[in-house]
């Protein structure tokens, strides 16, 4: 019999409900954490029929980012006048002519007009040339919020045809969306999510940047009732269990190709025509070799048990594109990896995906079940396997949930910068071999608009489809459709020979005096003479998702004939290897230029002009659409340099985006942000909040630089960047958060348990501090907190450190992050339980009570046990009964030498033992002061006497044991007991009642008096309600005043000068609950309700 | 039958955070873990409430099976009773004062004379939490229901401008940065202050400022 497979199959989610029908949602989230508020001239511009309506569009887009985000792109600080103000363009008839002008709070603009924190004005539209008029922000009273409804519902409708297909509520279960860049992909997943598919839906993506712009969307657009998770696939990989290195937090392409290029070395010389194409090999293995090997026959493709496809297979997949020869060397460099245990390093998001395929029909967490909706954004970046995982995990959904959700799947063929060999057909079959009849059932949509690019731009990429048609048949990406470009916005595409030297140093300087600009080279590396602080040339995976208004292709031309020499290549020495490389090539071209979102400048640093090449482009497009200029010309082409002020914005906003993606490039803009700072202060004044972001984002960046130069071994520059964080978090004034934070991380680092509570406790009280002034690192105090708490709930509290300060710490991380992470607050229980548990394994029982007398339903018998133990019997008496174990309260009260207790419960559990108990007590009795006080006193020789008798006889008891025949209860005669008449003993001695164990008593019980008593001594007064047309005091009855101790309300409202309704409805508005009939009120609530008619009487 | 309550469930750690009814020497009676500083406690307990102890343990029997545990009072002098289904219940209004007895002090949920916002706390730290917002600018609490959790703001029932005025002014001992705080039945704010480890600080009472309507039960 074979093992059942632990592989996921389609058969798997077979006879699932298919997901319901979505519906419409009438309340969005609103809760991005932004408030932003419009003046009434904006918002009469905003909703006038006159007003252009592309300007009204462009508006409401900056609003949706304002509420999601709290700023918006393309952004100018106003100069002059209106200085303090900040300007986002919004376009306009024959140029950039209309700007929206806004303002966070903090900023000078609106000082002193009330605009709370974490707000943004948005003033007014205005002309481009409008800026020497000072501005009034107004005030509360001009102002209105505007919330994510008010412009959803005006929006829906600005949906192209195509999107709306995308998001209605009625398609099929699966979505597949098809797009160019710029096309609006992810904008329709966006609004996809302010629908209702249920109550929790999922967004997944490659990159974090857009993970965290998706999460930001969310909290203010998705609909109202729905939970919509955004993480990246490698946050997912780590939510199922692999932490393999890399993948939570993975290392740019070019780095993982140094280090491939590292490790190959030594089996360079046996890898034929890859020997100096490293780049290629490396893309070749992560699409191919490793991305394709899946653990089932797929494609024709067989099983693979190894990470890598086996030999055969892989030169028969491959031989078509690379030749038998070349696939051969492939496949061997792919063994050598796997052989040496290099593929996790290398490779580590193809190899995660990999060991999570191999394991995917265990379950899911609990938190994955219940997703109604699950959106895949970039699927073009997802090689077989790591595709195959996710819709693994899609179906593990629908099984889990017990119905499918709706899947929407976007991305583009023409933009796989990262080596994936993505088809929408394999994705298809992967699909199927997932997912099954649900798959079948799906809608496929092409976008056809360019959302992001003006007119001369998306010609330039329609231009660069000729790039495909060069190569192999095999190699070109399907489903080509026209671009409709935006007619409404202008650019330009210029072509500049700048050759090395003098000419590119202008070049780099010129893009460094623009405002929102790139340098991007076209490749998987940057060039080693390109690599220079000032230019902060990228690749075009790093820039890949991100939009700039100047973009300049490095090497366009060079690209562009190399491209021609692979196709001459492919066509006539049928050098198949060449029509490979030559499709990566032409996606990173694509992407390279399709970042411009509005002037596009083509480079070329080598000797030769090749702008010919370019013409050859485009002239099938259009023969006039590049203009040919050298270096000079190119700086009176571009606008004049950009206020320093607004390089450091954009600068800034260019760290943040590449933050998350790749730290050492955003660590590169972000220094390029402060040290721009002092020129942006000697031009005119800076926003506070600016430059506290800016180093900000600057010491995170170090921060995660740093991270990165330990992951690669340079412990030198680690150290460097890490002390360069500490300088900017110091600057910025987040010095003491900071160090809040390493503390925290050097005190969990080794071994989480046994870090000094005080340190915790710090971090704790310190997180909401952190949050607002450090979110992007409070994550990690999160994190470290959480694993602090963790490992002490198995663990128990440090003894090295005060049990106290350990519980106290313990309990305000719990409290911290109750509201943040339910059942932290559990792990809080656990580990004042197991503390507690090992404080008694050695002895320690004050230790254990002190942490059980903090757990709410703290386990009786164990801290009866304490109780014993640390020898407190009267308290370990009282939890024995409650337990209901009266032998050991009776054992207890022995020890406490407690007679009437001990009696109680041995005439019920341990009759043997009543004798003696009595016996004890009536000698307590004989010398109770009533009998010794009174009377002729003893002679010495007696009380020698006496003593003599008593120490042998209570020697004699103590070592006594009581024969199964001779009860030691018959010992004792009453009979001859005398008893004082007045004793506090004096209660009859076989009048004992059973103690109650079980069982509960009323009150009653408890009292002497019944209940009701002291209620009933309260002076009784008749009250009559007023009628409800009661008005003013004149009407008011005189009543007496206090009623059963409280106020009378009518009596009140007669002292305030108030009716009775206007005072009920009064209370609720301060949070007052009454009583049926609402007749009184307490002393302390008739004060606030004097206090409040006195604020309102004073206006 | 025990009613759930609608309105905001706390959801204190601290055992120093909550009243409890336990049982006595004569009965049961409400319990009080004061903090006399970070280094000491004193479990206080009073018998002059036995109606509020039948309250309690009404609710407690019926859920629980057994009596005694936590509750809290809230502003609207709701008797608000966890128990060990992780649900809270509503036990009824109690409009009657708790105080202990310290050492002859009288430790009481009421500001003492002459206690000013910025001073130590020196009452017990029961009350119910609210989250003054990042800024000072509203006042919040999370309502939850199911596995759902909605922010509740001031600024939704009273406008913006009520709202913040009273974020505002509480802030001031409390930060910018804003961070939870307590109420608590004689309508006292207090809580953690902007420096961790402090002890907790009084803000200041709730006074005549407008607030959060009481929460619809049955108070009969």
């Known amino acids: ?1099 | 039958m025990a009613v759930l309550y609608p309105g905001n469930i706390p959801s204190n750690v601290g055992k120093d955070a909550k009243y409890s009814v336990v049982s006595g020497a004569d009965g049961y009676e409400i319990r009080l873990t004061y903090r006399v500083s970070n280094r000491e406690r004193a479990l206080l307990t009073t018998d002059a409430h036995p109606e509020l102890v039948e309250m309690v343990n009404a609710v407690k029997n019926e859920v629980n099976l057994v009596p005694g545990g936590a509750f809290y009072i809230n502003e609207y002098l709701d008797v608000l009773v966890p128990c060990t289904d992780r649900e809270c219940y509503f036990a009824g209004n109690y409009r009657h004062t708790l105080e202990f007895d310290f050492d002859g002090q009288k430790v009481s949920p009421k500001a003492p004379d002459g206690l000013q916002p910025g001073d130590e706390w020196p009452g017990p730290r029961v009350g119910i939490r609210f989250k003054i917002k990042a800024g000072a600018r509203d006042i919040a609490y999370l309502r939850k229901a199911g596995g759902r959790e909605t922010e509740v703001c001031l600024s939704e029932v009273h406008g913006p401008k009520v709202a913040a005025e009273l974020a505002r002014r509480l802030a001031i001992h409390k930060g910018e940065s804003g961070g939870r705080i307590y109420l608590n039945e004689a309508f006292e704010f207090f809580g953690p202050p902007s420096t961790p480890g402090d002890p907790f600080v009084y803000m200041g009472s709730l006074g005549d400022d407008l607030w959060f309507p009481p929460p619809a039960v049955n108070r009969s």
């Open chain 1, 1 to 1099: 019999m074979s093992e059942p497979s632990t592989v996921w199959s389609a058969l798997l989610v077979d006879g699932i409900a298919p997901p319901s029908t979505g519906l419409v949602a009438d309340e969005l989230q609103d809760g991005s954490g932004w408030t932003v508020f419009v003046h009434e001239d904006f918002f009469h511009w905003l909703h006038d029929d006159h007003q252009d309506v592309a300007l009204r569009k462009r508006a409401r887009y900056c609003l949706t980012e304002l509420l999601s985000t709290g700023t918006c792109a393309r952004r100018k600080h106003v100069r002059g006048a209106a200085e303090g103000w900040v300007r986002t363009q919004l376009g306009g008839t024959g140029g950039s002519h209309y700007y929206l002008w806004w303002a966070y709070s903090g900023y000078p603009a609106v000082e002193g007009s009330d605009l709370p924190d974490k707000s943004v004005l948005v003033r007014i539209v205005r002309h481009h040339d409008d800026t020497d008029q000072p501005l009034n922000p107004g005030s509360m009273g001009d102002w209105d919020i505007l919330t994510p409804r008010d412009i959803a519902t005006a929006d829906d409708s600005e949906l192209t045809e195509q999107q709306q297909q995308i998001v209605a509520l009625d398609a099929k279960p699966v979505r597949i969306v098809k797009g160019f860049p710029g096309s609006g992909k992810t904008t329709s997943l966006h609004k996809a999510a302010s629908s209702i598919w249920g109550d929790k839906a999922l967004y997944l993506t490659f990159s974090s940047a857009l993970a965290s712009d998706a999460a930001s969307y969310f909290a203010a657009f998705a609909a109202a009732g729905t939970t919509v998770d955004s993480m990246t696939f490698g946050d997912l990989m780590v939510a199922l269990g692999d932490d393999g290195s890399g993948v939570k937090e993975p290392i740019p392409m070019a780095q993982l190709i140094q280090r491939f290029e590292e490790r190959t070395r030594a089996f360079r010389p046996q890898l034929g025509k890859w020997q100096r194409r490293s780049d290629e090999l490396y893309a070749e293995l992560h699409a191919y070799a490793f991305g394709m090997a899946v653990p089932l026959e797929f494609r024709s493709v067989p099983a693979s048990k190894k990470r890598h496809i086996g030999r055969d297979a892989y030169v028969e997949l491959r031989k078509s594109a690379l030749s038998k020869k070349v696939a051969g060397h492939a496949v061997e460099a792919a063994k050598y990896l796997e052989d040496r245990g290099l593929v996790d390093e290398l490779f580590p998001s193809v190899s995660a995906a990999r060991r999570l395929l191999d394991n995917s029909v265990v379950d899911l967490p609990d938190e994955f079940v219940g997703y109604s909706a699950v959106m895949i954004d970039e699927v073009q970046d997802l090689t077989v396997v790591e595709a195959m995982f996710v819709m693994s995990v899609v179906g593990r959904i629908g099984r889990q949930s017990g119905q499918m959700p709706h899947l929407f799947v976007a991305g583009d063929e023409s933009q796989t910068v990262r080596p994936a060999a993505f088809s929408w057909g394999w994705l298809g079959d992967v699909l199927t071999a997932m997912l099954g009849a649900v798959a079948r059932e799906r809608d496929e949509i092409t976008l056809t608009a360019n959302m992001r690019s003006p007119q001369s731009v998306a010609k330039l990429i329609e231009a660069t489809r000729s790039h495909y048609k060069m190569l192999d048949r095999e190699e070109r990406p399907g489903d080509f459709a026209s671009v409709e470009a935006d007619q409404e916005r202008e650019g330009k595409v210029l072509y500049c020979h700048a050759p090395m030297g003098d000419s590119w140093d202008r070049v780099v300087e010129l893009f460094g005096g623009q405002l929102s600009a790139q340098l991007v080279v076209p490749g998987m590396t940057v060039p080693a003479e390109l690599v220079d602080p000032r230019a902060q040339v990228a690749t075009a995976d790093q820039v890949k998702g991100l939009g700039y208004d100047l973009v300049g292709v490095v090497d366009a031309g060079e690209r562009q004939v190399e491209l021609l020499e692979l196709a001459e290549r492919v066509k006539e020495e049928d050098d198949r290897m060449s029509g490979s490389l030559g499709r990566l090539k032409a996606d990173q071209f694509r992407v390279a230029v399709s970042r411009s979102q509005e002037n596009l400048v083509l480079l070329d640093r080598g000797p030769t002009d090749l702008s010919d090449a370019i013409r050859d482009l485009v002239a099938h497009v259009d023969p006039d659409l590049v203009v040919r200029v050298d270096v000079d010309e190119l700086a009176a082409h571009l606008e004049e340099e950009a206020a320093a002020v607004d390089l450091v914005e954009g600068h800034l906003s260019e760290a943040k985006s590449g933050l998350s993606m790749d730290p050492v490039f955003a660590l590169g803009k972000a220094r390029s942000a402060v040290d721009l700072l002092p020129k942006a202060h000697r031009e005119g004044s800076v926003p506070q909040p600016l430059v506290e972001d800016v180093f900000r984002v600057a010491g995170v960046a170090a921060r995660q630089a740093a991270s990165v130069s330990r992951h690669l071994g340079d412990a030198r520059e680690a150290e460097a960047r890490q002390a360069e964080a500490e300088k900017y978090f110091e600057d910025g004034g987040f010095g003491d958060h900071y160090r809040t934070l390493s503390e925290l991380n050097k005190a969990v680092e080794s071994n989480a348990g046994s870090a000094d509570p005080r340190v915790i406790l710090s971090a704790a009280g310190s997180y909401d501090g952190i949050s607002v002034h450090l979110p992007q690192l409070a994550t990690e105090v999160f994190n470290s907190l959480g694993d602090w708490l963790g490992e002490v709930s198995k663990v128990g509290y440090s003894t090295d450190y005060e049990l106290l300060a350990s519980i106290a710490a313990s309990s305000l991380a719990a409290e911290v992050f109750e509201e943040r992470q339910a059942g932290t607050a559990r792990l809080h229980e656990q580990a004042l339980r197991r503390t507690a548990e090992l404080a008694v394994d050695r002895n320690d029982f004050e230790g254990a009570l002190t942490c059980l007398e903090s757990i709410e339903d703290a386990d009786v018998d164990l801290v009866a046990q304490c109780y014993e133990g640390a020898g407190l019997w009267v308290e370990a008496v009282g939890h024995f009964e409650v337990n209901g174990r009266p032998l050991d309260a009776l054992r207890c009260a022995r020890e406490a030498a407690d007679f009437t207790k001990a009696l109680e419960l041995a005439h019920i559990v341990a009759p043997e033992q009543v004798g003696r108990i009595r016996w004890s007590q009536r000698l307590v009795e004989m010398v109770a002061p009533e009998l010794t006080d009174r009377g002729a006193p003893l002679s010495l020789a007696e009380r020698r006497e006496l003593l003599k008798v008593l120490d042998q006889g209570l020697l004699r008891a103590t070592g006594s044991v009581p024969g199964e025949d001779d009860p030691v209860d018959t010992m004792w005669d009453e009979s001859t007991v005398i008893v004082p008449a007045e004793s506090d003993f004096s209660e009859p001695l076989d009048n004992f009642a059973p103690p109650v164990f079980a069982g509960i008593k009323s009150v009653k019980d408890f009292s002497d008096e019944p209940v009701t008593a002291a209620v009933d001594e309260l002076p009784k007064v008749d009250v009559d309600i007023p009628a409800a047309d009661t008005r003013g005091s004149e009407e008011v009855d005189p009543v007496t005043p206090i009623v059963d101790g409280f106020i009378s309300l009518t009596a009140l409202g007669a002292e305030v000068g108030q009716g009775h309704e206007d005072l009920v409805a009064l209370c609720t508005k301060l949070g007052i609950a009454l009583l049926p009939g609402n007749a009184t009120v307490t002393d302390a609530q008739a004060d606030r309700i004097r206090g409040r008619v006195a604020r309102e009487n004073r206006g």
